[in-house]
């Protein structure tokens, strides 16, 4: 701090290199704060940190285009590996997650117009709605999926026995035909 203050043109004082160290954390700290806007919480906060409206830059997040909600849909839903799930199945789910979600955008417009209520709808609701959707798939669906799989691989085996019996049959047949004549 010294050759910094030095620079600047200051005695190497401790007040001098406070005020040089305070300058350069303002001129390169960074910070990011992430919070819901949605509900009491936020509005608290906001109320005992004033700075944080007066000092900082706020982004405000609106809610995701369609492509975002395809492309993310689409990578949690890929992890289905245990069903099989075939391109044409996975590109449905994920439509009909993306129309539930603008389907619920939607409503709650609607809520908001009729009732004067706020229902808030956010990116984490369609994260939600994904997870809740990927678990009910991979336990419920995947439990329905492995007794209709075992059930066709046993019919398939009863088949096989079957035509196996009456392959053994017409070749035994065969051999006592000529006995019989």
Known sequence: MKLVAAEAGLQPTKINLFSCYTKRVRANLHAVITM???????RTRLRQFSALVKCCTIDWFSEWPN???ESVALRMLQNMSDLEVNKETL??????????HQSVVRNTELFKHELN?????TPTSF???LTVLLNCILTVFSKIYGIKKQEIITA????HTGLDKLLHWCVNMTLHTPCLV
């Open 156 to 159: 398939r085996n009863r088949t």
């Open 127 to 129: 994260l939600e709605l």
């Open 91 to 100: 590109k449905a789910l994920v439509q009909m997650c993306i129309d539930m």
């Open 67 to 69: 492509e975002a909600l």
């Open 36 to 42: 819901s806007p949605i509900g009491e919480i936020f």
């Open 117 to 121: 209520r706020h229902n808030y709808v």
